[in-house]
């Protein structure tokens, strides 16, 4: 879910580009719900442009919704913390290769980027970094590694944090585990 959603806007690149812009010069069309209007969608393969948004805008969504239902519960003390930058060069390539021609009409530059976006998948699932998402960064979301230990407790550990706060040495925080990713807000 975070993955996918991490490419909404490549969706809403291809949605522009998808878009027929001789459309905009045809007057508006009122009765589109009319099931006999002669009103369409002014893009070259709406199933294809319309699906790929949906699909990463509500996957987005859900990574958000996910994110504010988390309730952190157990106290951990921070030991050391490193922000680890979004690796964007993992997210420019996409949308690289969206402006090198890439059409919904074209089916095989189409499933190649499928396949494309399947590989960068997998490898950054194996190298655990799947939870850097880019989008995040814009709702105040920063990516650490930290070495913790929970309150009361003299084993330190370490762990990838995601957290809606600036996380330094010394502080104690509560968090939520969600999958091998600590959660820390506010």
């Known amino acids: 879910m975070i993955y996918i959603g991490s490419y909404l806007p490549l969706s809403m690149i291809l949605l522009t580009q998808d878009y027929q812009y001789e459309a905009l010069s045809l007057p ?4 589109w719900l009319a099931f006999t209007s002669q009103c369409h969608i002014p893009l070259r393969n709406p199933l294809m442009a319309l699906s790929l948004f949906a699909v990463c805008l509500m996957c987005f969504l859900f990574t958000l919704l996910t994110l504010t239902c988390v309730k952190p519960r157990l106290e951990v003390a ?6 680890i930058p979004s690796d964007l060069m993992n997210y420019v390539l996409p949308y690289v290769v969206s402006f ?3 059409d919904y009409q074209e089916t095989s530059k189409f499933i190649g980027f499928i396949i494309f976006l399947a590989w960068l998948f997998w490898i950054t699932h194996k190298s655990g970094q799947i939870i850097l998402n880019p989008l995040l960064i814009v709702f105040g979301w920063k990516l650490y ?5 929970f309150a009361q407790s003299p084993n330190v550990l370490s762990g990838v944090c995601l957290s809606k706060v600036d ?3 010394n502080q104690t925080h509560k968090q939520r585990a969600l999958e091998d990713v600590l959660i820390i807000k506010e």
């Open 145 to 149: 590694e930290i070495r913790y230990r």
């Open 78 to 83: 921070i030991e050391e913390a490193r922000h």
């Open 167 to 169: 996380l330094f040495p």
């Open 100 to 102: 090198m021609s890439l």
């Open 28 to 31: 508006w069309c009122s009765d």
